[in-house]
C-alpha cells in the first residue's frame, strides 16, 4: 500500500474534526511515528509548519505520535501550528508543552435526533419547500457511475459554478488549506451531491462536498457554492437533502465546518495575540472574512456546537499568524470587489444587526430594542432572501 493510500485510510479511520480528510489532497508534506502507525500532514512556509486534519492514527499512539512530532520540530528550529483539535486531545497537547488556544467550535447535526419538525425548523422547511416549488432535485454523484468523459464533463461545470459564486467573495480566489478543492486528484471516498433545475434534468443550480472522518460515522460538508441566479435557498435545501440521505445509511451526525471566533474565552496560557485577533475579526472584519454571517447561518440548522483548539509549538506569535494567512491567501483582495462588499454592508446595515450572536457576544440592550429586532428579522425571512454562504 502506498503511503497516499495508507495516508487516507487512516485520515478516514481516525479523523476526528472535519478537517481531517482534508490532509489526502497530496499537497502536503507526511510525518510518520517510528512504527508507521500514525501520521501527521503538514504544510510549510518558512520554518513554520502548519499541521491539517490532527493526529491521524490511533488513540492508543496519538501520544507517541507527537512526542516524536515534537522533537522533529524542535531540532529543525520549526514553529508548529496544529487547528481543530478537539477537547479530548488537549492532555496529550499540554503535556507535550504545547500552548493551547480557542479556535472556535464546530457545528454538529446529530442525525438520529433531527426530524426537521417544530418551530426550531421552520426557516429550513420554508427553504426546502419553496426550490422543490421550484422543480430542484439534488441527487448524489458517484464517480464510479461516470465514464470519464461524463465525468469530466461534469466537472467542467462544477467548476464554472464555482467561479461564478467566488465572484461576490473580496479575496481573488478561493481560500487555501482550510477548504477542499472541488476538483481534487482523486475523490476516494468524497462524496458529491449537486442540485438540478427542470425536475433533475436541467443546469446544475448547486452543488456540495462532503468529507468523511471517524470510520465513516461522520461526514462534513467542505464545501458549497451555488450559481448568482439559482433559486432562493437553494444551499439550505442541498444542506437539508444530503443530511436526509445522510442519514438513511444510518450516519451519526454531519459537521457544517468550523466557525470560527465564536464564543471565544481565556485559557491558561493561551495565546492573548490570537485571542485578540479573533474578537476583532468576528467584531469588524466581516467585509473580509464573513464570520458572524456564517455563524448565523450554519446556527439556524439548530446544530451542537463543539469546541475547538489551536495549538502552537512552542508559542504563537505575529510571525506564525502571519505565515497562516500567506498559506491561506485570505489577505489576496480584488480590490473591486472588496469595495463592493463593504458597500453592500453599508447600505444593509439593519441585515447585519440582525444576525444571529452567540451567546456570550450579544450585546446587552434594553427589553424594547431586542423585542423590536426579532420582529424586523421575522419580517425580513418572510420578504427577503435567505442568507447564503458560498464557502466555509
Same mark, same amino acid.
Given at each position: 500500500?502506498?503511503?497516499?493510500?495508507? =495516508?487516507? *485510510?487512516?485520515?478516514?479511520?481516525?479523523?476526528?474534526?472535519?478537517?481531517?480528510?482534508?490532509? #489526502?489532497?497530496?499537497?502536503?508534506?507526511?510525518?510518520?511515528?517510528?512504527?508507521?502507525?500514525?501520521?501527521?500532514?503538514?504544510?510549510?512556509?518558512?520554518?513554520?509548519?502548519?499541521?491539517?486534519?490532527?493526529?491521524?492514527?490511533?488513540?492508543?499512539?496519538?501520544?507517541?505520535?507527537?512526542?516524536?512530532?515534537?522533537?522533529?520540530?524542535?531540532?529543525?528550529?520549526?514553529?508548529?501550528?496544529?487547528?481543530?483539535?478537539?477537547?479530548?486531545?488537549?492532555?496529550?497537547?499540554?503535556?507535550?508543552?504545547? +500552548?493551547?488556544?480557542?479556535?472556535?467550535?464546530?457545528?454538529?447535526?446529530?442525525? %438520529?435526533?433531527?426530524?426537521?419538525?417544530?418551530?426550531?425548523?421552520?426557516? &429550513?422547511?420554508?427553504?426546502?419547500?419553496?426550490?422543490?416549488?421550484?422543480?430542484?432535485?439534488?441527487?448524489?454523484?458517484?464517480?464510479?457511475?461516470?465514464?470519464?468523459?461524463?465525468?469530466?464533463?461534469?466537472?467542467?461545470?462544477?467548476?464554472?459554478? #464555482?467561479?461564478?459564486?467566488?465572484? #461576490?467573495?473580496?479575496? +481573488?480566489?478561493?481560500?487555501?488549506?482550510?477548504?477542499?478543492?472541488?476538483? %481534487?486528484?482523486?475523490?476516494?471516498?468524497?462524496?458529491?451531491?449537486?442540485?438540478?433545475?427542470?425536475?433533475?434534468?436541467?443546469?446544475?443550480?448547486?452543488?456540495?462536498?462532503?468529507?468523511?472522518?471517524?470510520?465513516?460515522?461522520?461526514?462534513?460538508?467542505? #464545501?458549497?457554492?451555488?450559481?448568482?441566479?439559482?433559486?432562493?435557498?437553494?444551499?439550505?435545501?442541498?444542506?437539508?437533502?444530503?443530511?436526509?440521505?445522510?442519514?438513511?445509511?444510518?450516519?451519526?451526525?454531519?459537521?457544517?465546518?468550523?466557525? %470560527?471566533? &465564536?464564543?471565544?474565552?481565556? =485559557?491558561?496560557?493561551?495565546?492573548?495575540?490570537?485571542?485578540?485577533?479573533?474578537?476583532?475579526?468576528?467584531?469588524?472584519?466581516?467585509?473580509?472574512?464573513? /464570520?458572524?454571517? *456564517?455563524?448565523?447561518?450554519?446556527?439556524?440548522?439548530?446544530?451542537?456546537?463543539?469546541?475547538?483548539?489551536?495549538?502552537?509549538?512552542?508559542?504563537?506569535?505575529?510571525?506564525? /499568524?502571519?505565515?497562516?494567512?500567506?498559506?491561506?491567501?485570505? =489577505?489576496?483582495?480584488?480590490?473591486?470587489?472588496?469595495?463592493?462588499?463593504?458597500?453592500?454592508?453599508?447600505?444593509?446595515?439593519?441585515?447585519?444587526?440582525?444576525?444571529? /450572536? %452567540?451567546?456570550? +457576544?450579544?450585546?446587552?440592550?434594553?427589553?424594547?430594542?431586542?423585542?423590536?429586532?426579532?420582529?424586523?428579522?421575522?419580517?425580513? /425571512?418572510?420578504?427577503?432572501?435567505? =442568507?447564503?454562504?458560498?464557502?466555509?
Amino acid at each position: 500500500m502506498s503511503l497516499l493510500k495508507r =495516508l487516507e *485510510e487512516l485520515a478516514f479511520q481516525h479523523g476526528q474534526a472535519y478537517d481531517s480528510y482534508l490532509s #489526502t489532497e497530496g499537497n502536503l508534506k507526511q510525518f510518520w511515528s517510528s512504527d508507521r502507525s500514525s501520521v501527521v500532514a503538514y504544510a510549510k512556509v518558512g520554518r513554520f509548519v502548519h499541521v491539517q486534519g490532527g493526529l491521524l492514527g490511533p488513540i492508543e499512539r496519538r501520544s507517541v505520535l507527537l512526542r516524536e512530532f515534537a522533537e522533529f520540530v524542535q531540532e529543525n528550529r520549526y514553529v508548529a501550528t496544529f487547528y481543530n483539535i478537539g477537547e479530548a486531545d488537549l492532555p496529550i497537547f499540554r503535556r507535550h508543552g504545547f +500552548q493551547v488556544t480557542k479556535w472556535g467550535e464546530e457545528p454538529l447535526i446529530d442525525l %438520529p435526533k433531527t426530524t426537521w419538525a417544530g418551530h426550531d425548523f421552520e426557516w &429550513v422547511r420554508r427553504q426546502a419547500n419553496y426550490c422543490r416549488r421550484q422543480k430542484a432535485v439534488v441527487t448524489e454523484c458517484c464517480r464510479d457511475d461516470y465514464s470519464d468523459e461524463d465525468w469530466s464533463e461534469l466537472m467542467d461545470e462544477i467548476r464554472s459554478v #464555482t467561479t461564478e459564486c467566488l465572484s #461576490t467573495k473580496p479575496q +481573488q480566489g478561493d481560500v487555501k488549506f482550510f477548504n477542499g478543492s472541488v476538483d %481534487p486528484p482523486s475523490w476516494d471516498r468524497r462524496r458529491l451531491f449537486v442540485a438540478r433545475s427542470e425536475s433533475g434534468a436541467g443546469r446544475i443550480e448547486g452543488f456540495l462536498i462532503c468529507l468523511p472522518f471517524d470510520g465513516g460515522q461522520q461526514y462534513a460538508i467542505d #464545501t458549497y457554492r451555488h450559481r448568482l441566479d439559482a433559486p432562493r435557498g437553494i444551499v439550505p435545501f442541498m444542506i437539508h437533502q444530503a443530511v436526509e440521505h445522510l442519514k438513511s445509511e444510518g450516519i451519526r451526525s454531519v459537521s457544517l465546518c468550523l466557525c %470560527p471566533a &465564536v464564543r471565544y474565552e481565556q =485559557l491558561p496560557r493561551d495565546s492573548w495575540i490570537i485571542r485578540r485577533c479573533l474578537q476583532f475579526g468576528f467584531n469588524y472584519a466581516s467585509a473580509f472574512f464573513d /464570520m458572524p454571517g *456564517e455563524y448565523h447561518f450554519k446556527s439556524r440548522f439548530r446544530p451542537r456546537f463543539v469546541r475547538r483548539f489551536i495549538c502552537h509549538y512552542p508559542n504563537a506569535s505575529a510571525a506564525s /499568524m502571519w505565515s497562516t494567512v500567506r498559506l491561506s491567501g485570505a =489577505l489576496k483582495l480584488d480590490v473591486q470587489k472588496l469595495a463592493n462588499t463593504v458597500w453592500r454592508r453599508f447600505v444593509r446595515p439593519s441585515t447585519r444587526r440582525n444576525l444571529a /450572536m %452567540p451567546v456570550e +457576544q450579544v450585546p446587552k440592550k434594553p427589553i424594547r430594542e431586542v423585542v423590536a429586532s426579532q420582529i424586523s428579522e421575522d419580517l425580513e /425571512m418572510v420578504v427577503a432572501a435567505p =442568507l447564503q454562504g458560498c464557502a466555509q
